[in-house]
């Protein structure tokens, strides 16, 4: 069974910075790219940043460009998301996605999502 797991979420200040983690199981993901999404409250999800399977490339929204940071360890089939100089807009639900495409969007794969909160 696929499973991608999340964790690494909290409630900061503003300016401040937190790790995100996904953790994948299952089946490797080191052929393929991988991303992060976020849902706020009465919003639709929207795309974060994504990573190629070799790291070599990575995409981000132009709201998180300069702040966030998203890098891939295949070896431990995991995937990460480094804020920094989050700001409360950044409050969500943060999803790990595998299987991503530039084109086509996010994959199949999704995990369960971890909270970040961001005071002002």
């Known amino acids: 069974q696929v499973r991608l797991v999340e964790s690494g979420g909290g409630l900061v200040q503003a300016g401040g910075s937190l790790r995100l983690s996904c953790a994948a199981s299952?089946?490797?993901?080191?052929?393929?790219?991988m991303a992060w999404f976020r849902q706020a409250p009465g919003k639709e999800r929207e795309f974060v940043a994504a990573?190629?399977?070799?790291?070599?490339?990575?995409y981000y929204a132009d709201s998180v460009k300069g702040r966030f940071t998203i890098s891939r360890d295949n070896a431990k089939n995991t995937m990460a998301l480094q804020m920094n100089s989050l700001k409360p807009e950044d409050t969500a639900v943060y999803y790990c996605?595998?299987?991503?495409?530039?084109?086509?969007?996010?994959?199949?794969?999704w995990g369960q999502g971890t909270q970040v909160t961001v005071s002002s």
């Open positions: 990573i190629s399977w070799r790291g070599g490339s990575t």
């Open positions: 299952g089946r490797t993901f080191s052929g393929s790219a």
């Open positions: 996605n595998a299987d991503w495409l530039v084109v086509a969007g996010p994959g199949n794969y």
